[in-house]
């Protein structure tokens, strides 16, 4: 087969390796270069890195909606075009030129969690399993036939870049069956996504990261796990803004007001919520490192008053 690759995000990449094992990989599609780091110079995405070290051509166009960019992929007679977290729009002029149409790996459970964060959104949720999808594009946003799938637990602590990680190996491990079928003459059956239990997983946003005290400490957990490498949970300790890494429900000592620290020690420091309150464990002050919420006590010392 010529398979095409588009994808962007270290997501990506493991399913890019497992496109690329039998040579079948005629070019990889990325996103371009974009300012980053403190020095905002240009930086690759991980998927370019990755097709530059496999001696792949790497194409970067800034849209994919101009007659010049149909004509590019149309002189690479593409038998299929696979897309993992490409982060552009594909028009239907693109979905048409590959013989076998565009595939793509997305990480929900379809048709839940259609859209640009399922892996965060279904920590969120309190979601107890996610998984896989394999799915044949269409012009619809994520709304294609599945072609496989795979279901995968979500631990009770895991974060979002630990699912991450785990539903990477899970997509590339999904893809590498789909084109296995495919070569073996066996083209995966679509089976049409049904519209009960639809639901859309926004994209994530630095805005959405402080905690709302007045919410049940449960739903603030997971809050923390989801948004946990990035944005991170953020809130106020006695008037100062801490990012959470860490963070577990537990049952209320006491009445108090959402917001209000009940104690801080060697455990964690437990603040009031809405329902219950939250034992935070690992926090970060602003220009420091993570540290374990004793250390944040011992600098701090343990006369907070509240929590903001």
């Not at 793509?104 to 279904?122: E, M």
């Not at 603040?271 to 250390?295: H, M, P, T």
């Amino acid at each position: 087969m010529r398979i095409v690759f588009a994808g962007t995000p270290e997501f990506a990449v493991p399913c890019l390796r497992a496109a690329a094992q039998r040579n079948e990989v005629v070019a990889v599609y990325t996103q371009p270069d974009r300012p980053a780091g403190r020095g905002r110079g240009l930086q690759s995405s991980p998927v370019k890195r990755e097709a530059l070290a496999r001696g792949l051509p790497v194409l970067q166009p800034e849209s994919l909606k101009t007659a010049l960019s149909r004509d590019a992929l149309r002189a690479l007679k593409p038998d299929l075009l696979v897309v993992v977290a490409y982060g552009l729009i594909l028009p239907r002029a693109i979905l048409d030129i590959p013989r076998l149409g565009c595939w793509n790996v997305h990480a929900s459970l379809l048709p839940r969690w259609r859209g640009a964060a399922p892996i965060q959104r279904a920590i969120e949720a309190g979601d107890a399993e996610t998984g896989v999808c394999l799915m044949q594009m269409d012009a619809g946003l994520d709304t294609g036939a599945v072609l496989l799938s795979q279901r995968l637990a979500i631990g009770a602590d895991e974060t979002g870049g630990q699912l991450h990680d785990r539903l990477a190996t899970l997509g590339a491990q999904t893809l590498a069956d789909g084109l296995g079928l495919l070569r073996a003459g066996m083209r995966p059956v679509p089976q049409t996504q049904p519209d009960a239990g639809a639901t859309y997983a926004r994209k994530l946003d630095k805005a959405e990261a402080r905690l709302d005290w007045t919410q049940p400490a449960e739903v603030l957990a997971r809050k923390v796990r989801a948004l946990n490498p990035w944005p991170m949970a953020d809130a106020l300790l006695a008037g100062e803004r801490v990012r959470v890494h860490e963070a577990g429900a537990i049952e209320r000592v006491r009445d108090a007001a959402p917001g209000v620290v009940l104690g801080a020690g060697r455990d964690g420091i437990d603040v009031a919520c809405g329902r219950g309150a939250l034992r935070i464990r690992v926090l970060q002050r602003d220009g420091g490192r993570a540290i374990s919420a004793a250390d944040f006590v011992n600098a701090r010392g343990t006369g907070f008053v509240d929590a903001g």
